[in-house]
């Protein structure tokens, strides 16, 4: 029999990688098993906001709203590169919600969930705001409120990271054929490996059901897969605020700025009947939103404007809600066996990004009883992700300071280095005195020391890990930039 680890997390989402962070920090040897790469599906096509969920209000979820934005700031203390503060405009617009009732919300959000350094709501005069000149004339009053960004890919390979150098074994593409209980352990399958745990987490996002099918498992649980899509298009605006957005159906959409040159549109809600292996937007999700953006911006959006699109199948609780954009985006644990001294598994079902951290807590302490190598109480919200370490309001400083150590970099690429590794740029920029001291240059800013430090250190093996997930560069990398960086890759993960 192969080495026993203490936990499998079966998952490499946020919620299967932040669950083997707080295991392995309270001591568990700990497996990640991912059968692509880390943040492939869900995770790195979500709407890239850490919010409470405002429109949630209105479902009357207010314990998940309480939740979600109890954690916004937690996670914006541990992990201020890839997490940063938004303002948002909601424009009033007459026939829909009416002022008083969005002011009670925004009232409702700003109070129930512990803010302490976000900026309160406020109206604002769209005809004296910057917010309101891409906006049709029509649109004169607004609210101003705040919420976070976050680089979501990055999330999940900064905690995967934080886990493996807290003791974590992190496997990527390595898919689960199998598993069965083997006495007081887990035999997992993978193919090629056999692996043993004393208890697993079923952390497998969309497939979770699958996963339990493969071990034999019944469960009387039922998910409801909802598929959210975006737009993306050449930036529709040069300020720095992004637009929460009414629809005369009920539904809500964000315009939110992307990557410096873009504007990120989305999401619709949509019940996802098809396979997961291959999820993309339909041309009636495409038209919906740049129906949507049109009734708002000046200049039209439409199909042919659009430079990309993604999309992420949301796995959700079904409890029955008859509309997709109803369907809770709460949580939900199933346990299996360790009560009978069999070993346990447990099954994560729903959540949202925003909460990842607090449903990891609950899941390590679900297991504690059975494992007896667990120690402590909830501590990842006082430990910085990988680079995180500066205060809040201190990634300027940090991009100066880097600017500063490496002039030859430009004013752009500092932000982005900073934004996407924190003080971790330090490290494979070295002791560089001129941009030949990082390697090829493969455009945009991403040279191969760069490129080294995702292969070596964050599991990166092939251009989409690079330019997707680790970097977002795809969409500024042309077809033959991009088959340079492949076939750097190929070479580089060959050999090492």
């Keep these: 029999m192969s080495a026993i680890h203490d936990l499998a997390v079966i998952g490499g989402g946020v919620n299967g990688a ?176 056999t692996f043993h745990a004393r208890a697993v987490v079923n952390a497998a996002g969309p497939r979770v059901l699958e996963l339990l099918g493969r071990a034999g498992e019944p469960t009387t649980q039922k998910m409801r897969l909802v598929r959210g899509s975006h737009i993306v298009v050449k930036k529709l605006f040069d300020h720095d605020f992004a637009y929460f957005f009414q629809l005369p159906d009920g539904r809500i959409f964000f315009a939110i700025p992307y990557e410096s040159d873009f504007t990120l549109i989305g999401t619709t809600d949509v019940d996802h009947q098809a396979g997961l292996d291959e999820v993309k937007a339909s041309p009636e999700e495409i038209a919906y939103l740049c129906e949507g953006a049109s009734e708002y911006f000046r200049k039209p959006v439409t199909p042919a404007d659009v430079v990309w699109t993604y999309s992420g199948v949301r796995p959700l609780v079904d409890d029955g809600s008859g509309k997709p954009e109803a369907a809770t985006r709460g949580y939900r644990f199933e346990l299996d066996g360790g009560t009978d001294g069999t070993a346990p598994l447990l099954s994560v079902f729903g959540g949202k990004i925003t909460t990842y951290r607090h449903l990891a807590a609950e899941a390590v302490e679900q297991l504690a009883p059975f494992l007896a190598v667990l120690e402590g109480k909830d501590w990842t919200g006082g430990a910085f992700l990988p680079g995180g370490d500066f205060g809040r309001d201190e990634a300027g400083a940090k991009m100066r300071e880097l600017a500063a150590r490496y002039p030859f970099l430009s004013e752009r690429d500092a932000r982005r280095l900073i934004q996407l590794y924190g003080t971790c740029a330090f490290d494979f920029l070295g002791d560089a005195t001129q941009p030949s001291d990082l390697g090829q240059h493969f455009g945009h800013g991403l040279t191969a020391a760069e490129v080294d430090h995702l292969v070596t250190t964050e599991w990166a093996r092939t251009a989409e890990d690079v330019l997707w997930r680790r970097t977002k560069l795809g969409l500024h990398f042309s077809a033959q930039e991009t088959a340079a960086l492949a076939a750097y890759l190929t070479e580089r993960t060959t050999t090492s």
């Design 18 to 193: 932040g669950i083997a962070r707080d295991a392995a920090g309270r001591g568990a040897k700990v497996l990640l098993l991912e059968r692509g790469d880390l943040a492939t599906g869900t995770s790195s096509n979500s709407t890239k906001l850490i919010h409470g969920g405002l429109r949630y209000l209105e479902h009357y979820e207010f314990a998940l709203v309480r939740e979600s934005l109890s954690e916004r700031e937690v996670l914006w203390g541990i992990a201020p590169h890839i997490i940063w503060p938004l303002r948002f405009i909601l424009p009033h617009r007459p026939g829909l919600r009416p002022r008083w009732l969005l002011r009670l919300g925004l009232f409702l959000y700003d109070h129930i969930g512990g803010r302490k350094r976000l900026p309160s709501a406020e109206g604002v005069d769209l005809r004296q705001h910057p917010a309101g000149a891409p906006l049709k004339p029509e649109y004169t009053r607004a609210f101003a409120y705040s919420d976070g960004w976050v680089d979501d890919a990055r999330l999940v390979v900064l905690n995967a990271r934080d886990a493996a150098d807290r003791g974590a074994e992190v496997r990527t593409r390595c898919e689960v054929t199998a598993l069965a209980r083997e006495g007081e352990v887990w035999r997992i399958e993978t193919g090629a490996e």
